[in-house]
DNA sequence: ATTATATTTGCAACAACATTGCAAATATAC
DNA sequence: GTATATTTGCAATGTTGTTGCAAATATAAT
């Protein structure tokens, strides 16, 4: 577990174990809220250091949809201290309120006539596959 | 003008003509900072209800890319107070920093195994047509 | 293992962004 | 022109995020 925060050249402190620990006790993105709802006793400041630390290591990226809350999720291996390269899609169910990242089924070739695109950045809402079961 | 704000069934008064006007007035998505510095004498409140209603009647959305500043653009005419409804994408420059709404060349089809797909919101960065020839 | 160096933490203060309640003002409907 | 519903402006407050700095801690060097 410290592992990853060792491969990411993330210094290692109790902090930033709890903080590392509640993204991997929630399957899907979480919002900062939940992350001090899951810290007992923390520093804000601290915690939005921490996050910022994450996001420049490529530990962890934002996922931030039109009108809602920023949410927070573990980033691919892919992704390091040079840049953030994702390939999952961002997916919030209306149902759950549950912010997934997924793989999409056919991987999107996006153009615009005349412009140079470097990055995709694809977020898209519905309903995931257990609210459509149940 | 004030006939975009009776078509989405927005009551008019000047400061929402004056807002509007903002957004006439720049091809591309501005930010908030931008409004409220070509409003002179305003209140905030005021400001802030207004884009909100100007949100939820559909006249206007906001563009949200992950580490930005919130960007605001007019809506397309499909969009009403039921839903907003683009089929454009946005495009962020790196250097010049303006952010298009752009029709792609071609329309994505964006699908998740056993998932419902209802919206997609595609944002992209890279480098504009413009600054590209320039 | 101990020390040196660089990074991180916690606190207080503050800045930016946004919302609420309410009385006065204004827009639309009659 | 009047009645009714909506909007405005102000003050207060909430939320989100940042800065500076001294003390504490993690890693690197010996």
Redesign the pocket.
Known sequence: MSDLL?HKS???????LKVLDVFEKNTNAVS??TIETELAN?????L???L??FIKKGLIHEVQLPNE??MLALCDVTCTVDGHKHEHIHFKCETCNEVFCKQPEVNPNISIDGFLIKKVEINTTGICKDCLLA
């Open positions: 060792k993330i210094r290692i402190t109790d902090f930033r900062i809220k923390f520093d804000r400041t601290t939005f250091r921490t910022k630390t809350e920023k």
